[in-house]
């Protein structure tokens, strides 16, 4: 993928994933024969073989991922980062260790398929302008909630959005050194909450799931069969 700057992806895997019902955590949950978690960075790995990995983890999962990466073999540069309190906190301790002057991605440890042409769009357009989200228009009838009652809303108007969220870094790390607000819920909400950059968005993938449900399980078993027929 050639570049005039290096290309960062910071994999944010230190929630607990209470929504899954496991004993543990939802990204170290094996699916197709190893962890979730493994699959995320090995496709990006195959997308971009330059790519700087920074992994964030929750401080009792290290010595679990380092057990698993020895069990099935999995040897890639990765820099590990203890996670924080809150998502907020984690991604600021993984940007930390991401170059100035570069182009950083942030990106969940539980989504393993996101497309190869979407993930170089949103680095292309970050160089180009700043910022860059992969996003897919809502494909149901919406309905918002006003106080006692509910009114239709054009799903038109309406964007799903998923990661990776690409940064210049400088730009991300600095909107990173504001105080944790609770009302953030991803990384383009810290970004545009310091500036009026425009935000980029690009047509995702609809395979580039949230593995967050046992549902989702069911769900991404079925991708991965499909993308391992794909690649054979």
């Known amino acids: 993928?050639?570049?005039?700057?290096?290309?960062?992806?910071?994999?944010?895997?230190?929630?607990?994933?209470?929504?899954?019902?496991?004993?543990?955590?939802?990204?170290f949950m094996p699916l197709k024969g190893k962890?979730?978690?493994?699959?995320?960075?090995?496709?990006?790995?195959?997308?971009?073989?330059?790519?700087?990995?920074?992994l964030v983890l929750s401080k009792e999962h290290i010595p679990l991922w380092q057990k698993l990466c020895s069990e099935y073999a999995f040897n890639l540069p990765i820099t590990i980062v203890e996670g924080g309190k809150e998502r907020f906190d984690s991604v600021k301790r993984g940007l930390a260790e991401v170059e100035n002057d570069s182009i950083v991605a942030i990106h969940d440890?539980?989504?393993?398929?996101?497309?190869?042409?979407v993930w170089k769009q949103c680095f292309d357009m970050a160089e180009s302008a700043s910022n860059a989200v992969p996003a897919l228009i809502a494909k149901d009838?919406?309905?918002?909630?006003?106080?006692?009652?509910?009114?239709?809303?054009?799903?038109?108007?309406?964007?799903?959005i998923q990661t990776p969220q690409c940064f210049?870094?400088?730009?991300?790390?600095?909107?990173?050194?504001?105080?944790?607000?609770?009302?953030?819920?991803?990384?383009?909400?810290?970004?545009?909450?310091?500036?009026?950059?425009?935000?980029?968005?690009?047509?995702?993938?609809?395979?580039?799931?949230?593995?967050?449900?046992?549902?989702?399980?069911?769900i991404a078993d079925s991708i991965a069969a499909e993308w391992r027929k794909e690649s054979s």
């Open 1 to 27: 993928m050639p570049t005039s700057k290096q290309h960062y992806a910071v994999i944010v895997a230190a929630g607990q994933g209470k929504r899954m019902q496991s004993s543990i955590p939802k990204q």
């Open 35 to 54: 962890p979730i978690l493994m699959h995320t960075i090995t496709n990006l790995h195959s997308i971009d073989s330059s790519l700087r990995f920074i």
């Open 109 to 117: 440890g539980v989504r393993p398929f996101v497309g190869k042409n």
């Open 141 to 160: 009838s919406i309905r918002l909630r006003c106080k006692e009652t509910t009114k239709t809303f054009n799903r038109n108007d309406v964007y799903l």
């Open 168 to 218: 210049h870094s400088n730009l991300i790390k600095s909107a990173y050194n504001q105080p944790f607000n609770p009302l953030f819920t991803d990384d383009i909400q810290v970004f545009e909450s310091i500036y009026d950059n425009k935000i980029n968005i690009i047509e995702g993938n609809a395979e580039n799931i949230k593995i967050t449900t046992p549902f989702d399980v069911l």
